[in-house]
């Protein structure tokens, strides 16, 4: 995809995540590569609500700006995730309700955060790595996401949730998923739910 195309999707699925509120105020970041090496991100302070294409930052694999307003300070967690996970081209980190409601619990680990109980959580998301807590624009985020690449998807503890895609429209369906998942769990937690069954998840992972 190229950059004009970029930032129009961006544009789009920014505004597409805040009118659903999905995002709030000036909370969360979206960033693609381009085809060139380079890379876009939503900028530092703005509303997915209000984003234009004008203002969205083009940077380099140092963080160099090259182009457009000074992008989210989030930009090292970003720059980790494409350099751990190669095949991937977006990244999407949301402070969406119910998944930072279930970031904030204690107890959680690497792993399933939850046990499933909807095929598509398992088709679109998975397991899932979870981040210790750090300081908003830490840069102790990006040795997190080094030391677990077997993830594309983190919740980060006390913060909200990151999903790495090969596209921005992946990025952006798997961590809606994410979130309509962890409201399920919160509401479902006193009603007699049918889990899915080990031999139910192993049938819906991707087969290697």
């Known amino acids: 995809m190229n950059e004009f195309e970029s930032k129009k999707s961006l544009v789009l699925f920014a505004k597409s995540l805040f009118d659903r509120g999905y995002a709030v105020g000036s909370a969360g970041n979206m960033s693609v590569m381009l085809e060139d090496g380079t890379f876009l991100a939503t900028p530092s302070g703005s509303s997915f609500g209000t984003l234009v294409e004008e203002d969205i930052s083009h940077f380099d694999e140092e963080g160099v700006l090259l182009g457009g307003k000074l992008p989210t300070k989030e930009v090292p967690l970003h720059l980790a995730c494409y350099a751990t996970h190669p095949s991937m081209r977006a990244v999407v980190h949301l402070h969406s309700t119910y998944s930072t409601l279930l970031a904030s619990c204690e107890g959680l680990s690497d792993g399933l955060p939850f046990d499933p109980f909807t095929p598509y959580y398992v088709m679109r998301v998975g397991e899932v790595g979870v981040l210790p807590y750090r300081m908003p ?4 985020l990006a040795k997190d996401i080094e030391q677990r690449p077997q ?10 949730i990151l999903v790495c895609g090969s596209s921005l429209k992946e990025a952006v369906f798997a961590a809606e998923e994410f979130e309509e998942s962890a409201k399920l769990w919160y509401l479902g937690q006193s009603l007699a739910i049918r889990y899915l069954r080990e031999d139910e998840i192993e049938d819906l992972k991707p087969k290697k």
């Open 137 to 140: 624009g830490s840069e102790l």
């Open 151 to 160: 993830f594309s998807t983190y919740l980060m503890a006390n913060h909200g």
